[in-house]
Structures are given as C-alpha cells and as structure tokens.
C-alpha cells in the first residue's frame, strides 16, 4: 500500500442490517498527545468530554462537572479520579462516580479503544 492510499479514520459507525446505528467511534488524538498523569478536552457535537491517561490507562467521560457546571479539564488528575476545581469533589474514572460531596451524580462514562497509536472513543 502507498502512503497516498493510506486514509485517516476518523469515525467508525456500526449499523444492523435494519439501520440502526449501534455505536461510532470517534478519532480524538494519538496517544502520544496524552502522557501519562495527564487530561485532555475534547468536544464531538454538544459532548463535552475528558480523557485522562492515568498511569498509562487511558478514560475517557463527561467533562462537565454534575454538581456545579464546572470544566473537568482544569481540575487536577489523582489516583482516585479527577477532582472538580470549583468544589473539590472527586470522580472515579473508571465508573463516572463521585467519591465524595458535594457531587452527587456521575459522570458519563465513555469506551475507549487504542488502535495504532491512535485514541478512539465510542459516542452515541
């Protein structure tokens, strides 16, 4: 194959033989883009949504805060998830859940596939 013949995907729908779409994914970035300890913004239509690498895992959720509408992105990343910046509650990024107060609903929580080098998420 030629470089030229080489095309980027960028979205990836599943459809049944009734089309209906059963989920797309989504190119966000190479995984080079997001080490390890760190966060990324990503928007796709009206989602506004996070990946976090933490430590070498990469999740991917809701990026707006449950509580207060506060942007995840800014908050600061710890082994238990991330925490909000306005009012320091803590989701658990592997379920969307908050750990503490004053938060009380979880996050949406998003698959992520990583497929040469490249990060993918699942939207619907």
Not at 42 to 69: F, M, P, Q, S, W
């Amino acid at each position: 194959m030629k470089k030229q013949d080489i095309v980027r995907l960028t979205h990836l729908k599943v459809i049944t033989n009734t089309g209906d779409i059963l989920s797309k994914w989504v190119n966000v970035c190479k995984s080079s883009d997001l080490k390890k300890g760190e966060m990324l913004d990503y928007d796709h239509e009206d989602k506004k949504i996070l990946l976090a690498n933490l430590n070498g895992k990469v999740y991917a959720t809701d990026r707006i805060c449950t509580h207060a509408d506060a942007d995840l992105s800014t908050g600061i990343l710890t082994e238990d998830g991330v925490t909000c910046p306005l009012h320091l509650s803590t989701f658990n990024l592997k379920t969307g859940a908050p750990e503490n107060l004053p938060a009380e609903t979880s996050l949406k929580i998003y698959n992520v596939k990583i497929e040469q080098n490249e990060i993918y998420i699942e939207v619907d």
